[in-house]
């Protein structure tokens, strides 16, 4: 304890501390969404709780999930040097780290260009007005090469229209098809055709689609991500799909027939009763949706060659430097970081949504 708190009553602070383990409690579920439930141990184990339960719980929390990673990485260091491709010996976890710090430089030299750009531009402009010839000031976009973070961002971007444009087709279709067992019988068989057909397949139809129809294409929206994110939306829709109609065709029919007795629209019947009962299994379907939507994304920016994280793969696996295995190997590892906090993400709105309906 420290001396302010050695100033303290020995009842009031027991009083003090029992309140902040019970705030401690009521936080570690939100901080084990991440992954980050040991903090909340850490911050008993200060407060004076050296108890067995909170030591368990630190081990199996922290360090036996560190121990893993640390157990990885060792035999990745050890393994990596052993194998030799064409382009050199599979890189170890130092190298891949040195790669990671090389790109974030290439980044912010990068920025720093763009607003050396932007000020020689501004300034340029500011005589031209001084001089009286305004009119000959003009405003031009940096047009420097997207960084490795830029393209992390417009992956991100992709992923989040094809998902949105995957939930609002597919929760009203899987509404429809638990509603209606006429409606389900007839979309299911080609419901379980589409399903498997993999990106690969969908990209060429996509691609001729989309150059026929999206003849001009917005400046925030180049055709190649609209290519991208349309192929997205076909993988990754029939989770969401089937999960909604599986959600709405379990609900307790008693809900159903109250609906009926009160004369509620089927509007009202779907937004007062479908959707409250249904919502686990619909958010079921949308974090397996997500999931698939970031999966199919890198093979969708691999051949639509839309500036992402896929295109950055592919660039570094032609351009065959001696460090493209690294940045390969980082790519990778992002992306898996990034689908695991999509997944946390979603799973967050999932128990939010659970303890308001509780509520």
Known sequence: MTAATDMIPVASRTDWRDGAFRRLDRAKPHLALLGLGFLVNLARAALGDWSTANFKDFVAGFVVPLTGIGLFLLAWAALAPRVVTSLGAIPGPAQVWTQAGALYADHTAERAKERAFHERQDARNAELVAAGQGDKAKVRAYTGKPTYLDQIVTSLKTVALGFIIATLLAVPAGIVCGLSRTVNGALNPLIQIFKPVSPLAWLPIVTMVVSALYVDPWDAMPKSLVISAITVTLCSLWPTLINTALGVASIDKDLVNVGRVLQLSTATTVRKLVLPSAMPLIFTGLRLSLGVGWMVLIAAEMLAQNPGLGKF????????????????????????????????????????FAASARR
């Not at 001696?322 to 898996?336: E, P, R």
């Open 313 to 352: 793969v592919w660039d570094e696996f032609q351009n065959g430097s001696s460090q493209s295995l690294a940045k390969i190997i980082v790519a990778v590892i992002t992306i898996g970081l990034i689908g695991f906090l999509l997944d946390r993400i979603m799973f967050a709105f999932q128990q939010a």
